[in-house]
């Protein structure tokens, strides 16, 4: 299949072409909405899923040396990549939002997880269950990176900024819900007897893609609706959010062959380190950096990172590992 091929086939992907009906109800100023109440209980039903079925696929597997390698290599990612993102931004930004916008950029979005498996499963591949914990682990490195470098490079040179408390950041990375729920949910798939789990199977996997078609189209409309506010932060801005995640998942589509040949993982990898989060990160932020500017951080993650990975990033990224 060649990447045109692929990238006609991922459009085509229903639970991608609810999102698109997302937007376009935001363009054309549709009454459609989907209940506040229903929005974070197909949220919290996601991530369970994801977490439940990740550990009871890791407790098949057991914890190998190759596990150890791949929860290593996420740790990595999460810490190198808000360093090199900070000096980038901060050609142009000051430190609370250029620490802001790296954290978001060093951490994940399971959402993009989530659409990640979805993808797969379309192309009839299948990721270990430790990429959940991979996921889940790359969270609180990439906000406590954050915190550092706001601390070690302060906004002005006149005015020592106020030090962010790192463990507070630390803490709430931790216990942040979505975060909590997928680790929660993966430590009771792996000690769960396995024929007393087949009773919950069918409400984590049958109505999985349908409850993410749902919320993939609440995510067109929250994108849509930024993207006229984020236009005004210009070029920069947008061109970060494109060419650092497409640099990310370049290079760890390459680098992953060195802890995994399961072509499935090296995938969830690449679509990590394009990912942003528009979840966690921010929620941290408005404790440890309240004057980062969320007007900017979180547009970028939804309305130009996220489209760009569910649409071009995924097909791209799998011809690499293709080779």
Do not use: C
Request: hydrophobic share 55%.
């Amino acid at each position: 299949m060649s990447n045109f091929e692929l990238l006609i086939f991922n459009l085509k992907n229903p639970t991608l072409l609810f999102f698109l009906l997302g937007v376009v109800d935001k363009l054309v100023k549709s009454d459609l909405e989907i209940p506040s109440a229903s929005k974070g209980f197909i949220a919290l039903y996601l991530l369970f899923a994801i977490g439940f079925n990740g550990g009871s696929e890791l407790a098949v597997t057991g914890i190998t040396q190759e596990v150890i390698l791949q929860l290593l290599f996420g740790f990595l990612l999460a810490t190198l990549i808000p360093i090199y993102s900070f000096f980038i931004l901060k050609v142009k930004l000051n430190s609370y939002d250029a620490g802001a916008i790296a954290s978001s950029y060093g951490s994940v979005s399971a959402v993009t997880f989530v659409t990640a498996v979805a993808f797969l499963e379309m192309n009839n591949m299948k990721e270990g269950g430790e990429m959940v914990a991979v996921m889940a682990s790359m969270e609180f490195p990439a906000i406590i990176m954050g915190v550092i470098l706001m601390n070690l490079f302060p906004a002005t040179s006149q005015l020592p900024a106020p030090k962010a408390p790192w463990k507070s950041a630390f803490k709430h990375s931790l216990t942040n819900g979505s975060v909590l729920m997928i680790f929660g949910s993966l430590l009771i798939g792996f000690i769960s007897d396995s024929n007393q789990s087949v009773g919950i199977k069918h409400f984590t996997s049958d109505i999985f893609k349908g409850f993410l078609a749902i919320y993939l189209l609440d995510m067109g409309m929250v994108a849509a609706s930024r993207f006229k506010a984020f236009r005004k932060q210009g070029a920069f801005l947008i061109g970060f959010a494109i060419l650092i995640p497409l640099i990310n998942g370049i290079s760890t589509a390459y680098f992953s062959q060195f802890v995994t040949m399961n072509e499935a993982n090296r995938l969830i990898f690449a679509v990590l380190a394009a990912s942003a989060s528009y979840i966690a990160v921010p929620a941290a932020m408005r404790l440890v950096a309240p004057k980062a500017d969320p007007g900017l951080f979180i547009p970028m993650a939804l309305g130009v990172t996220f489209p760009f990975n569910i649409t071009i990033g995924m097909p791209l990224f799998l011809q690499i590992i293709h080779g």
